[in-house]
């Protein structure tokens, strides 16, 4: 399946995020009660430790259309990337079901894997090779044709902003916003159907944010791509999404579109005013809990 599959959205400009209709499309993603849990050693002897259960992600039910951009937004530790890596086949979840199109992520995992693929913050990349080689080995992996690969891969790339010369330069020299940009290409090397983004943006100056939100746009506008973004960004949640979910310590707290989250906190007030009053949680840098 490739991104440009036919749907039932009709073409031409898309209006603004939250008065889009997307109750005729398919349901792209299904999660039902997910739940993830790390142990955590509390105490004990070395022959005898003692550990606690903590769940990252802690019952988490939602459902995602064709062509719809979901935000999850929530602080550092809430378990945002626990979520997606869930979704994306690398964690196992404890108890709960995910569906990419009807399939399931533990069961169909192959099958999954050619619809969806995941960008992360901490991409992991041979730093003193270049973008090119990077993803030409990637592209190996995937099994595809090296001419294919490239020829994509440099596309995406121009489309977000990278100057053609930076796709022959070894990685290392380049900044986290091009590093980012690269990650993304690789990603779309599988032409995937249902994208996550664990915080894309993050970390990233102003111009690279803006080229990175473009093309996420672009992607659902041009190609009807299903998109699951984490941030904790309350402008660009606001900016892309469609639907939004707080996440606050695992959990769901409240969910829908930014007007309806907003209306939740009454007249007048912003969507961070709707996340502290629901979650009584800033969303501001706070450091990651201690382990
Ligand atoms: N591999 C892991 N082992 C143990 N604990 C983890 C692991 N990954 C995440 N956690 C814990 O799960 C919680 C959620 O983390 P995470 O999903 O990374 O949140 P976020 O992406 O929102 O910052 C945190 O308390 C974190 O310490
Ligand atoms: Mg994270």
Not at 51 to 71: L, N
Not at 85 to 110: C, K, N, Q, W, Y
Request: with cysteine; charged share 30%; glycine share 8%.
């Amino acid at each position: 399946m490739t991104l440009t599959a036919p749907s039932e959205a009709s073409a031409g400009p898309s209006p603004a995020a939250s008065s889009r209709d997307l109750s005729r499309h398919p349901v792209a993603l299904d999660v039902q009660h997910l739940v993830k849990g790390f142990r955590k050693k509390t105490g004990g002897s070395l022959l005898r430790p003692q550990y606690s259960e903590s769940r990252a992600v802690d019952d988490v039910t939602f459902q995602v259309r064709r062509a719809e951009i979901y935000g999850v937004l929530g602080p550092n530790g809430s378990g945002k990337s626990t979520l997606i890596r869930a979704m994306s086949t690398l964690l196992i979840p404890d108890s709960g079901e995910v569906t990419v199109f009807g399939l399931d992520v533990v069961r169909d995992e192959a099958q999954v894997r050619r619809l969806l693929n995941r960008v992360s913050v901490d991409a992991a990349f041979y730093k003193k090779l270049s973008p090119r080689e990077n993803l030409l080995y990637s592209a190996q992996l995937y099994g595809l044709s090296p001419e294919v690969a490239e020829e994509r891969a440099l596309e995406t790339l121009k489309r977000l902003g990278l100057k053609e010369k930076a796709f022959y330069e070894p990685l290392e020299e380049m900044s986290r916003g091009m590093q980012q940009k690269v990650a993304i290409a690789r990603a779309f090397l599988t032409s995937p159907v249902v994208v996550l983004l664990d915080e894309p943006t993050t970390g990233l100056d102003p111009k690279s944010r803006r080229d990175v939100q473009e093309f996420v746009l672009e992607l659902r506008d041009v190609h009807q791509a299903t998109i699951i973004l984490t941030t904790h960004d309350m402008p660009e949640a606001e900016r892309l999404c469609d639907r939004i979910a707080f996440i606050s310590g695992g959990r769901f707290v409240a969910e829908g579109t930014p007007d309806e989250l907003r209306a939740l906190a009454g007249e007048g007030k912003s969507l961070e005013d709707a996340f502290i009053e629901l979650t009584g949680e800033d969303l501001e840098e706070k450091g990651e809990e201690e382990p």
